[in-house]
């Protein structure tokens, strides 16, 4: 299994850090920024947290199924093509991240857990990784909960968590690319990094990991014309 998860941090390296190059945003900054090992380290504890999270969702559902929602809407839900599940668990996803995401913002002791994430002064992919585990087990298990009660299909599980993790990276790299009219419909780095300015007033903007209408729908879009944020992190000290 570690085999696989150094595998995986190797192809994501080779990936990203390519593009991070021909496309650079921050220009000056190097790939082996300050804090990168520490966040090479969250992304492999993030690992095997991801799945405890994960395992507990499944069993939540499980414990939950019999008690809430019927075998045959389960199965509804299960016969749809997988273009549609996945289109779907998009959709539920997102607005379940959406809410916990919210939540971390503004519930103080919640906050404390999420300013780690933060504290990121310099947007790259590795970047999404640097997560407390008390934010990763409630925005997971915000976001997959729900799939799991209503019986979406393994393979578009599987298709949404792969696409899930592929999405936070891209949207925190440090890439100089305009998207168009798209960045209303998808959640793109120009959307993303306004979230993480260092600015109170700001930073709990463009809450949404995947989907913007959310966030336009709820009044908490941000993305000012021919802008950047001049800074990232978190404006007081965070250990």
Same mark, same amino acid.
């Given at each position: ?18 593009? !991070? ?10 790939? /082996? ?38 075998? !045959? ?9 997988? &273009? ?15 809410? &916990? ?10 906050? !404390? ?41 393994? !393979? ?7 696409? &899930? ?43 949404? &990991? ?7 729908? /709820? ?21």
């Amino acid at each position: 299994m570690f085999a696989d998860v150094v595998n995986g941090f190797v192809v994501l390296f080779l990936i990203f850090v390519p593009l !991070e190059r021909l496309m650079a945003l921050a220009k000056q900054q190097k790939i /082996f920024r300050r804090l990168w090992g520490l966040d090479a380290f969250y992304y492999f504890s993030g690992y095997f947290i991801s799945r405890g999270a994960i395992a507990v969702c499944m069993v939540t559902a499980l414990w939950l199924s019999g008690h809430t929602i019927s075998s !045959e809407f389960q199965a509804a839900i299960a016969s749809q093509s997988l &273009a549609c599940q996945l289109l779907e668990a998009i959709v539920l996803a997102d607005f379940g991240y959406y809410i &916990a995401h919210r939540l971390l913002h503004t519930v103080p002791w919640l906050w !404390e857990f999420h300013s780690i994430h933060h504290s990121v002064q310099e947007m790259d992919w590795l970047a999404s990784v640097r997560v407390h585990p008390v934010d990763q087990f409630l925005a997971k298990f915000m976001q997959l909960l729900p799939l799991y009660l209503m019986g979406f299909s393994t !393979e578009t599980l599987a298709i949404f968590l792969i696409f &899930a993790a592929a999405m936070g990276m891209f949207i925190h790299t440090n890439i100089r690319v305009k998207f168009g009219a798209l960045k209303w419909v998808i959640a793109t780095p120009e959307f993303h990094h306004w979230h993480h300015a260092n600015e109170p007033r700001i930073c709990d903007k463009n809450l949404a &990991a995947q989907l913007p209408i959310y966030d336009l729908l /709820f009044g908490t879009c941000y993305l000012p014309k021919n802008k950047r944020p001049s800074r990232f992190g978190v404006w007081y000290p965070v250990p």
